[in-house]
């Protein structure tokens, strides 16, 4: 679909990014329109004025658009993973002028929603890609050429429910490296919610230490994943846009699925969300058993991921060009291209009894309590 709009737009883009990696998501994106000389900026002030305004914060967090065109995207892969397919009931869309996909089964999640009003941008949707991708294949590695004793990166979203402490617990007998990872807490827009979460990174490596010696590496936690990615042979987190995108290195993943995820305002904890297209469960007293398994069968775990990654990514090793693109011909020519048409009507019935099941969802989790 081809969109045409009297919009005369200057060549001035912000992206509003609320932490570090929501920063690395676009990145690319900054450096390309940089370079086709835009006069760019990066902000977490969500009500900063602006010319185009890029988001990839989950919207409820942005309480007013000051963009004279506004973009949101996915701040992570897995976002909103609670509500899916109803991801646009949580997450509206219909506020902002154009919405960025990151590929394939996105798409189809995002067709089977376009009968809710919330779903659909002023100008509709494109299927972009992950702009992270970008030039991804100059640090792809070929996991079946290595030549290093098997690396295995613990990275969790969450660090709660020791979860660090059986993977250690897990691995110390084995012939393995183990690296570590944490999100960058520190950095975090709401890092004074947090703090429970950094003592137990704290007493995590603690434990680490206690238990490996020096047989360990810690990374910082600003740094990109993808910098990682391609050093390592096995995931291991709770959930996290991690399981996705380690799909892009063929990199086997693997959770536990009586770890309890962290809770937080009016939810309980919870046991992790699987996805077992993608990722490996096991349960965390078998976590050793199922490393060994993992490594003694390498190929087979590999052959099952190859070829998933292109349900969940578009326009990989090109998704910042091909998101430009698509954005400078807007403002060049005034139109909108490659638009995804949707599916169904808007369905002001079923938009309702979706409302009453969200309030009666509600009122069922305050007995509870």
Known sequence: MIFKNKLKLKKKITFYCE?????????????????????????????????????????????K?????????????????????????????????????????????????????????????????WP?????????????????????????????DEKGHDVINSVKNLDVIIEIKHLPWNESFERIKHKDIRSNIAKMLIFTRNNLKNNFKIYNSKINIFDIF??????ITDESSLIYEALLFDIPTLSCHDWLMRSSGRSKARYVTKNEDICN???????????????????????NIRNKKNNYFSNIDNSAVYIFNILN??????????LEKPKFKISYIRSFFLNLKKKLNFFFLLALK
């Open 329 to 338: 011909n807007m403002v060049e020519k005034n139109e909108l291209r490659n």
């Open 132 to 160: 992270k991708t970008q030039s991804i294949k100059e640090k792809f590695k070929n996991n079946k050429n290595r030549q290093h004793k098997f690396k295995i990166l613990y990275a969790p979203c969450f660090e709660n």
């Open 281 to 303: 469960y096991t349960s965390r007293s078998n976590l050793q058993n199922k490393i060994k398994e993992i490594i003694l069968n390498y190929d087979k775990y590999i052959g």
């Open 65 to 129: 658009i000051n963009s004279k065109f506004s973009i949101i995207s996915l701040g992570g892969m897995d976002q909103g993973k609670l509500f899916w397919p109803n991801f646009w009931y949580k997450e509206p869309w219909d506020k902002f002028d154009l919405g960025v996909l990151p590929g394939k089964k996105w798409r189809e999640m995002w067709q089977s929603s376009t009968w809710f009003k919330s779903a659909l941008p002023k100008y509709g949707i494109i299927t972009g890609g």
């Open 230 to 235: 391609n050093k390592i042979d096995l995931l």
């Open 19 to 63: 932490d570090i990696p929501e920063r690395q998501l676009v990145s690319p994106l900054y450096k390309i329109f940089k370079e086709n000389k835009y006069e760019v900026r990066i902000t977490n002030d969500l009500s900063e004025n602006s010319e185009i305004g890029y988001y990839c914060s989950p919207s409820t967090h942005i309480k």
